[in-house]
């Protein structure tokens, strides 16, 4: 079983920047895909980005390509997911999930273990 921990959200201005991270325990989380998913209020949770077990992306939201970027990092057992140029509509709770069929599914339901989410919030 994998233990997860998001860290780094907040409240930035339009156009700033946020990195987040997803520190596991217990697992590497080299043997699993990783996702990040976020959910606003009164809308379904969504996946922004995902790595396949071997480290290649697997999926971007159309609406965080070019802006958002996934990465991780073996050596720290770490899952980061770098947000340029936040907008409003970025505000939610984010999510990091692991999947162990290592496929880097967009879907929720496929993932095995969640963090506990942290908020980002886009305001001026």
């Known amino acids: 079983q994998v233990q997860l921990v998001e860290s780094g959200g907040g409240l930035v201005q339009p156009g700033g920047s946020l990195r987040l991270s997803c520190a596991a325990s217990?697992?590497?989380?080299?043997?699993?895909?990783m996702g990040w998913f976020r959910q606003a209020p009164g809308k379904e949770r969504e996946c922004v980005a995902a790595l396949g077990w071997s480290g290649g992306v697997t999926y971007y939201a159309d609406s965080v390509k070019g802006q958002f970027t996934i990465s991780r990092d073996n050596a720290k057992n770490t899952v980061y997911l770098q947000m340029n140029s936040l907008k409003p509509e970025d505000t939610a709770v984010y999510y990091c999930a692991a999947e162990s069929l290592g496929h880097g599914s967009r879907w929720y339901r496929d993932y095995d273990y969640w963090g506990q989410g942290t908020q980002v919030t886009v305001s001026s």
């Open positions: 217990g697992r590497t989380l080299s043997s699993y895909a």
